[in-house]
C-alpha cells in the first residue's frame, strides 16, 4: 500500500504495521476526523475523496497520502445572497463525470426579515460548484422539514434532480413569503433543474414521497414505479404492491427488493427473480456483477461474484479484515478504479484493498 509513512505517528499505523508484518491487508485509516453529524463523503477520483470535516467543512484526502488532508475552499457565503449564519452542510453528492458538487447548506433568515412569531423551518440552500469549490452558485431552495434532501444527476452530469426543491427563488424575502402564505412570489414547482440552461421542469406525475436514485443510471425507483429520469417516463409500475419496488440498486437495469420471506432481483422492465435461499445484503457493488455482500447480517463479509438469476455465488473470498468495520446499511464506495472501497466508522474514513 503506498502512502505509509516510514516512521509511526498516529496509533493506526501501529495497526497497519503489524498487519503488514503478517501479510495481512489491513483497512487504511485515512482521517480521523470525519464528521459524525453528516459524514457523507464521495469518491472524486481515483485517488482522491471528499467528505464533511469535524468542522462542518469540506476537505480531500488521497488515498496514498492517508492524514494529508485538503480543503476544498466554497467560493460562497451566506451573507452574499443576504441569508445569515451558521453554514451547516447537509448534504454533498457529485456528478458522474467527478466535475461538479452538489451542496445543500442549512442557513439562517436574517432578523431583519424575521419579525414574525410563527414558526419557520430553517432553510437549506442548494448549490453546485466545481470540485475544488469554485464557480459557486445557489440553484434551489429546501429546508429543514423536508423528508428528501437528496439530490442527483443524471448520467450526462447536466440535470440535476431530487423531491425536495422548494417553488420559490432561493432569496430570504421569497422564502419567508412563501412561509406566510403569500403565493405572490412563488414559482411553479419542480424537481429537476438543467444546469447549463437553467431551466426547471416537474415531475409531478411520477412524484413519490421516497425517491431511490441508480447511481450507474438514469434510472430511479418512486414507490411502486420505475422511472427514466433523463425522459421524465415511467418504464414500469406495479400497481399491485404497496411497498417500494426497489430497495436498493446493484446493477444499471436491476434493484433488489426484499420482504420478510422473499428477496427478488428486478429488472427495470420487471422480469424478476426470486432468491431460494438466504437473503443477500449487498454491502457495495464493486463491478459488474461483483460484490461485497453478507448473508448473516454483517457477521461474515465477502467478496464475489453473484448470478441474479440463479442467486448463485462464484469466487466467493472471506474479507475477516472488515470485520467490526462495516454494517448493513453504511455507505462503502468502490475507489481506485475498483482495486478497493472506502467506507466510514465513527469518525474514520477508511480505504480497504482488496
Keep these: 500500500m503506498k502512502g505509509i509513512l516510514p516512521t509511526i505517528q498516529h496509533p493506526v499505523y501501529l495497526v497497519l504495521a ?12 485515512l482521517t480521523d476526523s470525519l464528521s459524525t453529524t453528516h459524514s457523507e463523503f464521495l469518491v472524486a477520483s481515483e485517488e482522491s475523496i471528499i467528505f464533511v470535516n469535524s468542522n462542518g467543512t469540506i476537505s480531500s484526502v488521497n488515498l496514498n497520502e492517508p492524514f494529508v488532508l485538503q480543503p476544498v475552499f466554497l467560493t460562497w457565503e451566506a451573507g452574499n445572497d443576504g441569508w445569515d449564519g451558521p453554514e451547516e452542510i447537509n448534504f454533498i453528492g457529485i456528478s458522474p463525470d467527478g466535475n461538479t458538487l452538489c451542496i445543500a447548506i442549512q442557513v439562517a433568515l436574517p432578523e431583519s426579515i424575521f419579525t414574525t412569531s410563527i414558526s419557520i423551518p430553517d432553510p437549506v440552500l442548494v448549490l453546485t460548484c466545481s470540485i475544488t469549490g469554485e464557480d459557486a452558485r445557489v440553484v434551489g431552495i429546501t429546508d429543514t422539514s423536508q423528508d428528501s ?5 443524471t ?23 412563501m412561509h406566510l ?9 419542480y424537481h429537476l433543474i438543467d444546469l447549463e440552461e437553467g ?42 404492491t404497496t411497498s417500494a419496488i426497489i430497495e436498493q440498486w446493484i446493477e444499471p437495469d436491476m434493484g433488489l427488493s426484499t420482504s420478510i420471506l422473499t428477496q427478488s432481483a428486478r429488472f427495470a ?22 460484490y461485497i455482500y453478507s448473508r448473516d447480517d454483517g457477521e461474515t463479509i465477502y467478496d464475489g461474484r453473484i448470478d441474479w438469476s440463479s442467486f448463485e455465488v462464484t469466487e466467493p473470498v472471506l474479507l475477516d479484515q472488515l470485520a467490526g468495520y462495516l454494517s448493513i446499511g453504511r455507505t462503502v464506495l468502490s475507489a481506485n478504479e ?11 474514513l477508511y480505504y480497504y484493498e482488496l
Design 18 to 29: 503489524l498487519g503488514f508484518s503478517l501479510g495481512i491487508a489491513q483497512p487504511v485509516m
Design 149 to 153: 434532501k437528496d439530490f442527483y444527476f
Design 155 to 177: 448520467q450526462d452530469s447536466r440535470v440535476l434532480y431530487g423531491w425536495g426543491f422548494l417553488p420559490c427563488d432561493p432569496d430570504p424575502e421569497a422564502y419567508f413569503a
Design 181 to 189: 402564505g403569500d403565493e405572490t412570489d412563488l414559482i411553479q414547482p
Design 199 to 240: 431551466l426547471k421542469f416537474s415531475a409531478n406525475e411520477m412524484a413519490e414521497d421516497i425517491l431511490l436514485a441508480n447511481p450507474w443510471s438514469d434510472l430511479a425507483a418512486l414507490g411502486n414505479k420505475i422511472a427514466d429520469m433523463a425522459t421524465l417516463s415511467t418504464i414500469y409500475q406495479d400497481s399491485t
Design 269 to 290: 422492465d420487471g422480469i424478476s427473480s426470486q432468491n431460494p435461499g438466504e437473503h443477500f445484503a449487498i454491502i457495495c457493488r464493486i463491478e459488474e456483477g461483483r
Design 338 to 348: 475498483n482495486k478497493g472501497i472506502v467506507f466510514s466508522a465513527g469518525r474514520g
